[in-house]
């Protein structure tokens, strides 16, 4: 996990969603040679899928493109190549094979793409993936909302070439656990708040680290060395909740 999303400084969170992509990466990097090599990474937003994907990039050497909203075929092979150190010269087609050449010349050194949704949205990008795995023989992992093996299902040629289908899991307590030690140093996250907030953050790491957050504001605001329920008191928890409206028309009542 990165230094500026649920990681402590210097390392890594051990969460359980990290060692399910470190799983999902080493078997297709480990794979018979008459099997696919793609894998599908998905869930739901929050859950620290980009965060297990840079983990498992830094650990095995992967080539790692977030794919934006407005890229177009020749924009993520330009991209693509950048990641690989290759300057982007010629045309879409010439781009595709220099990205082939490259990636199949260490076939063991896996492909990520991140914001995969996006690739079935643009026109042919999800076809050029397509074609450089199965070309370059290399690992490729596309990460996505909890919707896309069903988005994928629509597209035989890629479903098909699909070895595992692996979907992130909300956090657990253990989870609150590994995220309380690394991101609270100094202050000891008593277990009745660990699992409020895992309760409350839906199992989102990213809603958890906000918690942990404001937990370690009330430690410093009220001098203390342990935050418990009791200390948390009436602090409002960040949550999947969007807040009330605050003013209501004339003659309007709120509902209870």
């Known amino acids: 996990m990165t230094a500026t999303n649920n990681v402590v400084k210097g390392g890594q969170v051990p969460l359980k969603n990290v060692a399910s992509f470190m799983t999902l990466t080493l078997r297709l990097q480990s794979r018979a040679p008459h099997l696919p090599g793609f894998g599908v990474f998905y869930g739901p937003s929050g859950f620290g899928k980009t965060e297990a994907s840079i983990y498992a990039q830094n650990k095995t050497n992967a080539v790692r493109v977030e794919v934006g909203e407005t890229w177009s075929q020749k924009k993520f092979l330009q991209e693509l190549l950048f990641e690989l150190r290759i300057q982007p010269k010629g045309t879409i087609a010439d781009l595709a094979d220099l990205a082939k050449g490259a990636l199949g010349d260490d ?73 309380a030690a690394a991101l609270c140093q100094g202050v000891t996250i008593a277990p009745d708040l660990q699992a409020e907030i895992c309760r409350q953050s839906d199992g989102r790491a990213r809603r958890i680290c906000t918690n942990l957050d404001e937990a370690m504001k009330i430690a410093r605001n009220k001098g203390i060395k342990t935050v418990d329920l009791a200390a948390w008191g009436g602090t409002k928890y960040y949550t999947s909740k969007p807040p009330g409206a605050r003013y209501l028309a004339a003659g309007q009542r709120r509902s209870a």
Do not use: S, Y
């Open 107 to 179: 076939p063991r050194r896996p492909l990520i793409i991140d914001e995969a949704d996006k690739l079935i949205r643009k026109n042919g990008l999800l076809e050029i993936v397509r074609e450089i795995g199965d070309v370059a023989g290399c690992p490729v992992i596309l990460i996505g909302e909890e919707m896309l093996p069903e988005k994928l299902a629509v597209h035989e040629r890629f479903h098909n070439r699909v070895l595992d289908w692996t979907g992130a899991e909300p956090c657990d307590q253990d989870d609150v656990a590994a995220l």
